[in-house]
């Protein structure tokens, strides 16, 4: 009976007509008589596509789902988020791309964007002009002297400077790479490097992170982009306990409610960021202040869908919304920075 059902399969596998599409009976993975257009066994389509289009098709619908859930959803998640997050949340799954997949898919462009528009001049030793290797060098010997004299207090104080000494370290060899293959230039006599700003800030993590920002913006800025993309789906967990503060205890509206919609509001803001990344490198710079008042207006437009709120109702939670937004990017920046202190 086995070989028999293998015999079949052979058969079918080589009835393929012109076309690029088999047109068998029996499901091609299970043997399963087919009675629609996926196997009632093992959900397998009825019909294998052997064309290079079938497999480009094949790799958008496992990667993003592509098939057209994408085309219903970007335009809901632009003008109409609160809609989009109501039938998510209702149980249209079929319909749209699922928040989490499409952020991801966002995260990923972003980043892509961010690489392929971002300014070289300055980007380091290799490639680089002569004055972006050399503003380039001066901003590392200015980080070098800020963290020499932290260093120094710290000592003074009696704290412990390992830290410090690696960052010391790291810091000096990057800037003996800058000056053997960038554009050399003399550290100026005399110059004295600018005071780091002080902060009296109780809370310690955030404070350590803004002394390690402070001591090597350079180094700083370059761990801060290689590990945002790592925890970017960090953000979603330290959103949804601000979204919920703007309802507390309530009854019609739950966690998973709300991590919906910091995850769809999540990936407009990062395509938001996309748009303004592709205006800049084309020249549009002038965008920029435009695309400032987007995010509340977006926001406004969500909560007020999404939650069925009046409309003084939607603009008090904007408000606090918008607050909540720094309060969860200061944190993620405290992560972020932690991490890379590591």
């Known amino acids: 009976m086995q070989g028999a059902g293998e015999t079949m399969r052979a058969a079918q596998g080589q009835a393929v007509a012109a076309d690029g599409h088999s047109h068998e009976s029996a499901c091609l993975n299970c043997g399963t008589r087919l009675i629609g257009s996926h196997c009632h066994g ?27 859930r994408v085309w219903r959803t970007l335009p809901l998640l632009a003008w109409h988020p609160g809609t989009l997050t109501r039938a998510y949340v209702a149980g249209r799954r079929a319909s749209y791309v699922s928040p989490i997949a499409l952020f991801l898919f966002c995260v990923f462009l972003m980043f892509t964007v961010f690489h392929a528009t971002e300014d070289h ?4 030793p290799h490639g680089a002009s002569p004055e972006g290797a050399r503003a380039a060098e001066t ?3 200015t980080s070098i002297g800020r963290a020499e004299r932290a260093r120094r207090d710290a000592a003074g104080r009696g704290e412990p400077t390992q830290e410090m000494d690696a960052a010391l370290a ?3 060899a990057a800037l003996a790479v800058l000056r053997r293959y960038g554009a050399t ?9 600018d005071e780091p700003l002080s902060l009296d800030i109780k809370i310690a993590p955030l404070r350590h992170a803004i002394e390690t920002f402070q001591a090597n913006p350079d180094l700083a800025i370059y761990k801060i982009q290689t590990y945002a993309y790592k925890y970017s789906w960090a953000l979603i967990p330290i959103s949804v306990p601000f979204l919920w503060l703007l309802f507390p205890f309530s009854r019609r509206f739950h966690l998973y409610d709300h991590t919906v919609f910091v995850t769809y509001s999540l990936c407009f803001m990062t395509l938001l960021v996309v748009v303004a990344m592709i205006a800049g490198a084309i020249g549009l710079g002038g965008l920029g202040p435009l695309l400032f008042f987007v995010p509340p207006f977006h926001m406004y437009r969500q909560l007020r869908e999404a939650y069925g709120l009046g409309r003084a109702s939607a603009l008090l939670r904007t408000a606090l919304l918008l607050l909540f937004a720094l309060c969860a990017l200061a944190l993620f920046f405290v992560l972020i920075m932690a991490q890379s202190s590591l």
């Open 42 to 68: 093992c959900g397998q389509a009825a019909h294998v596509h052997r064309t290079l289009g079938a497999f480009f098709h094949d790799l958008l619908h496992g990667v993003f789902h592509f098939e057209g």
């Open 121 to 124: 001049a300055a980007a380091g």
């Open 139 to 141: 901003r590392l010997e």
């Open 170 to 172: 790291e810091q000096r």
């Open 185 to 193: 230039t003399a550290p100026r006599a005399g110059a004295a490097p």
